[in-house]
T-cell receptor, first 119, second 113 residues
Framework: EAGVTQFPSHSVIEKGQTVTLRCDPI?????LYWYRRVMGKEIKFLLH????????ESGMPNNRFLAERTGGTYSTLKVQPAELEDSGVYFC?????????????????FGPGTRLTVL | GQQLNQSPQSMFIQEGEDVSMNCTSS?????WLWYKQDPGEGPVLLIA?????ELTSNGRLTAQFGITRKDSFLNISASIPSDVGIYFC?????????????FGKGTLLTVNP
């Protein structure tokens, strides 16, 4: 079974440009999460989808970030316009079951991440 | 917001030695998780703990969920070179919309052969 995949693995852009990150969750996983790790800091939650609906986007830094999950399959995270402080590694994770229940079904599996560098 | 204090920040050990790292929180979590991240990869789940007081092993790894639900530790016995990486603890609440993982800052482990 394929794991969570992310594209691209690396992206280097200039301040003011736009970048779109893509995540393909594990097949059959309704829950999809985006996290970000800025250098030297902890991994921080950005948002959570249940199928195509945004369950919680309280971790999104500002309105320059837009996440979508059309059809409840893959998800995209767009940063427009990018700023220097947006640099970091963006992780996507997915889980099979209802996280409310806790337990193994709510376990989140992570993708390899996209390393974004804004110059 | 919730924060996890993970220690130590880094460790340099000799192959064969045992390793211990821990996380503490001012808030209660219902689930504690330990992940390992290799260079260029995403965090990989090592051990998940779902009950206060639970002690779980996975090969050379042992982790415990503190009774107070505010702490957890991870032990690695007889370390080997492939144990090198960053180890993260993460806490999760369950119920309502509390599904997000709160991570510690990580412990960078270096194992000298």
């Amino acid at each position: 079974e394929a794991g969570v995949t992310q594209f691209p693995s690396h992206s280097v852009i200039e301040k003011g440009q736009t970048v779109t990150l893509r995540c393909d969750p594990i097949s059959g996983h309704d829950n999809l999460y985006w996290y970000r790790r800025v250098m030297g800091k902890e991994i921080k939650f950005l948002l959570h989808f249940v199928k195509e609906s945004k369950q919680d986007e309280s971790g999104m830094p500002n309105n320059r970030f837009l996440a979508e999950r059309t059809g409840g399959t893959y998800s995209t995270l767009k940063v427009q316009p990018a700023e220097l402080e947006d640099s970091g590694v963006y992780f996507c994770a997915s889980s099979q079951g209802d996280p409310i229940a806790g337990g193994p079904l709510g376990t989140q599996y992570f993708g390899p991440g996209t390393r974004l560098t804004v110059l | 917001g919730q924060q996890l204090n993970q220690s130590p920040q880094s460790m340099f050990i000799q192959e064969g030695e045992d390793v211990s790292m821990n996380c503490t929180s001012s808030s209660i979590f219902n689930t504690w998780l330990w992940y390992k991240q290799d260079p260029g990869e995403g965090p990989v789940l090592l051990i998940a703990l779902y009950k206060a007081g639970e002690l779980t092993s996975n090969g050379r790894l042992t982790a415990q969920f503190g009774i107070t639900r505010k702490d957890s530790f991870l032990n690695i016995s007889a370390s080997i070179p492939s144990d090198v990486g960053i180890y993260f603890c993460a806490g999760q609440l369950s119920g309502g919309s509390n599904y997000k993982l709160t991570f510690g800052k990580g412990t960078l482990l270096t194992v000298n052969p």
